[in-house]
């Protein structure tokens, strides 16, 4: 117990203390916080808490000799993910010729899942993995139970591997083996250390965290369950005392900022900058167009149209259908295809181009029918297309649509004369049919990146690109990119991997250095709806950067419901490095069946499950997993695995990755249905590459599923 009176020692107990006298003026229990690793804890510890679901944080701090760089998400109320950085500024992480002095970078994933929610005699409880897919060298296995009193939050755990490494007592799973008695030394091959798993003596850690009076401040006191004394690469480290110290500091509810004191000698610093993006919401669109008002409706037993007794049909009142269909597509982002009858129904079919939330493109589409259409028109109907084909039509009763705009029902009233409904191939008589656009084309920056390399932690290139579409039919168009250098530092990129793999992906630096004038893409692509539920898809052309072939999908998604299948085969061959029209000698067949299923009905969790050859002739299987919010925002992560064995696959030993795909419209003055992918991949490697394409039929079909719509009613009146 010598380490108790160490003056770093005395200085925590004095806090706690302090905090303990002061407890009867704290206003609330203290909320939950990152540790120095991310996650929700107190400093080197994790403890059972969860951040709100739907948080997204990026979390840095400092401890010598390590710099911690973390991404935690939270997609369910009981599960929370993080994919990190530690910088080791005492390792170099190569040979100098080829990463100069920087610091080995160890890449590395955690998972924490609370297995009891707290209630008044039961503390919270989680278990968690850290380090689960990465090098193993930090990895560790926990369970931590959290117990709040009052101001404090107190937190008591066990674990094998980093954060137990003082190992306190012997594992009680030697019971059931002896080979719980020792754990493995991490081989930083990327695997799921597995064989590493639970083994090895089991370390005590645990802490309080105080909300003070200002409730900004909080303090934490930390038992650390590891000393130091068997850091990974030998790197072991002096700790004077294992109790840290620390204090958090809210400076808004976006940004905190983190001090503390550990080992007994060492100040950590850290910032924490965080959102929720289950909550987020759209910006004010000042540059959209005003939703048009609702007409004047005339007195009861008048024509609206004449002001005299009696129906007007549409054939009796021609109507200047063109510009209808201009009003439509600059109001309500519905670029109109034909406008037809049927008996009391109206259908518009077209694409949505600009609004997000297809109630909200709905809605205004409504209002433009409504001020337009004479009386006897009871519905309106928007038949959705999507790749040139009709994806679904939804209808809304237009008293209803009325009603609920003057406040006269509620959104659950109208929620009630809504229909969802396959494309009918019902006989409608046609008013309008709306000319073939030809071409469209826009300018756009491009950018893309590789961290974590040996070579640079980020390798980026910055592009301006062009890209158009040129329609020979609604369905059937080419469509291409041309991409001129701005900048890239891929100059850098000097490793070429060991692959004992046809190099699929690998030679990225010829790629992206030989020219600066490149045609990443040309595409000519042919959609088709081969049955009521059933999509087809055929291309050719210079489908990616760095393969050209031919390739067809077909998918078939019931509407309304929550599974899908679908089928993809292309043949493809390697262009070369210049991304222009020559090409290199590697061609393969490859192709995969897929299926999707969507799960749970409060929270969406979308697997997506695909078994099929990939681009180094490698058999195998993906699996992706994404909880779906209601605003559109989606996390989720992906995992490969295919008959190349990990010494073949190299570093990482299968496909993996993270990524966040959040819409532009929350971030934009105007209205759009692009998104922003984030993707997080730790390694650039040839097994499991699949080949990219422009189109997916899955996700053009998304507006097959009801609920979002449904979710996200309220949009209808915007």
């Known amino acids: 117990m010598s380490s108790l009176r160490t003056p770093a020692a005395r200085l925590a107990l004095a806090a706690l203390s302090l905090s303990i006298s002061s407890a009867l003026y704290a206003q609330n229990a203290p909320a939950p916080t990152a540790s120095d690793w991310g996650g929700i804890g107190l400093l080197q510890t994790p403890t059972a808490r969860m951040a709100d679901e739907g948080e997204l944080a990026f979390t840095a701090s400092h401890t010598?000799?390590?710099?911690?760089?973390?991404?935690?998400?939270?997609?369910?109320?009981?599960?929370e993910g993080a994919f990190r950085y530690v910088s080791v500024a005492n390792r170099r992480y190569g040979p100098e010729w080829l990463s100069g002095n920087q610091n080995y970078k160890?890449?590395?994933?955690?998972?924490?899942?609370?297995?009891?929610?707290?209630?008044?005699?039961v503390p919270e409880v989680s278990a968690g993995f850290r380090d689960l897919g990465g090098t193993g060298l930090f990895s560790s296995e926990y369970l931590v139970a959290s117990k709040r009193m009052g101001a404090f939050d107190a937190s008591l755990g066990l674990a094998t591997g980093y954060i137990g490494n003082r190992g306190d007592f012997k594992?009680?799973?030697?019971?059931?083996?002896?080979?719980?008695?020792?754990?493995?030394?991490a081989q930083g091959t990327g695997n799921l250390n597995s064989d590493g798993m639970f083994r090895g003596p089991v370390g005590v850690f645990g802490g309080v965290a105080y909300q003070t009076p200002w409730e900004p401040l909080q303090l934490k006191l930390e038992y650390d369950g590891n000393d130091y004394k068997h850091e990974p690469q030998n790197n072991n480290q002096r700790q004077r005392s294992p109790f840290n110290?620390?204090?958090?500091?809210a400076v808004n509810k976006?940004?905190?900022?983190?001090?503390g004191w550990e080992r007994g000698d060492?100040?950590?610093?850290?910032?924490?900058?965080?959102?929720?993006?289950?909550?987020?919401?759209?910006?004010?669109?000042?540059?959209?167009p005003p939703p048009v008002p609702l007409k004047q409706r005339p007195a009861e037993g008048q024509d609206e149209a004449t002001g005299v007794t009696g129906v007007t049909a549409l054939a009796a009142a021609p109507l200047d259908w063109a510009t209808l269909a201009t009003r439509l597509e600059q109001n309500a982002g519905l670029r109109v295809e034909r406008i037809s009858q049927r008996g009391a129904e109206v259908i518009v079919t077209g694409e949505q181009r600009r609004f997000y939330y297809p109630a909200q493109g709905l809605g205004r589409t409504a209002r433009i029918l409504d001020g337009t259409l004479p009386a006897d028109i009871d519905w309106f109907t928007v038949q959705n297309t999507r790749l040139g084909v009709p994806i679904v039509e939804t209808s809304i009763e237009r008293k209803s649509f009325v009603d609920h705009v003057e406040h006269k029902t509620d959104l659950s009233t109208l929620a009630g004369h809504i229909e969802m409904a396959p494309p009918a191939a019902q006989r409608r008589e046609t008013l309008y049919q709306a000319p073939l656009r030809r071409f469209d084309g826009a300018f756009n920056i491009g950018y893309q990146q590789s961290l974590g390399g040996p070579d640079g932690f980020v390798l980026f290139q910055v592009a301006g690109t062009y890209s158009a579409n040129v329609y020979l039919a609604r369905n059937l168009w080419l469509a291409g990119t041309v991409s001129y250098n701005a900048y890239n530092n891929y100059d850098k990129f000097r490793y070429d991997a060991p692959s004992r793999l046809p190099r699929v992906r690998t030679n990225i630096r010829q790629y992206m250095t030989t020219e600066d004038l490149t045609l990443p893409s040309l595409q000519l692509t042919g959609t088709r709806q081969l049955g009521r539920d059933l999509y087809g898809m055929a291309y050719a052309g210079l489908l990616e950067s760095m393969y050209a072939g031919v390739g067809g999908e077909v998918l078939y998604r019931p509407l309304n419901e929550r599974w899908a299948v679908g089928v993809e085969a292309n043949w493809v061959k390697q262009r070369d490095f210049?991304?222009?029209?020559?090409?290199?000698?590697y061609s393969v067949a490859t192709g995969h069946a897929s299926f999707y299923y969507t799960w749970g009905q409060e929270r969406r969790v979308v697997t997506a499950l695909s078994a099929g050859r990939y681009l180094a002739k490698d058999w195998g299987a993906t699996f992706a997993v994404s909880r779906a919010f209601d605003n559109g925002v989606t996390m989720g992560a992906y995992a490969t695995k295919t008959d190349v064995s990990s010494?073949?696959?190299?570093?990482?030993?299968?496909?993996k990755g993270i990524y966040v795909s959040v819409p532009f419209d929350f971030l934009l003055p105007r209205s759009t249905r692009a998104r922003a992918n984030f993707i997080w991949n730790p390694l650039y490697r040839d097994g499991g590459a699949r080949v990219g394409h422009a189109y997916s039929l899955y996700q053009a079909t998304s507006e097959r599923d009801p609920e979002f719509f449904f979710d996200n009613l309220e949009q209808v009146t915007h």
């Open 266 to 288: 060492l100040a950590m610093f850290g910032v924490t900058l965080r959102t929720n993006l289950a909550q987020a919401s759209s910006m004010p669109k000042l540059l959209d």
């Open 647 to 655: 010494k073949d696959y190299g570093e990482g030993s299968f496909d």
């Open 254 to 259: 976006n940004v905190h900022l983190h001090l």
């Open 245 to 249: 110290i620390g204090a958090s500091y």
């Open 106 to 121: 160890d890449k590395s994933i955690d998972l924490k899942i609370r297995l009891l929610q707290e209630s008044r005699w």
């Open 64 to 79: 010598s000799p390590y710099s911690r760089y973390n991404i935690v998400l939270q997609p369910l109320p009981w599960m």
């Open 171 to 185: 594992n009680p799973l030697t019971a059931i083996d002896d080979r719980f008695e020792t754990r493995p030394s």
């Open 578 to 585: 210049d991304q222009r029209l020559s090409f290199r000698d």
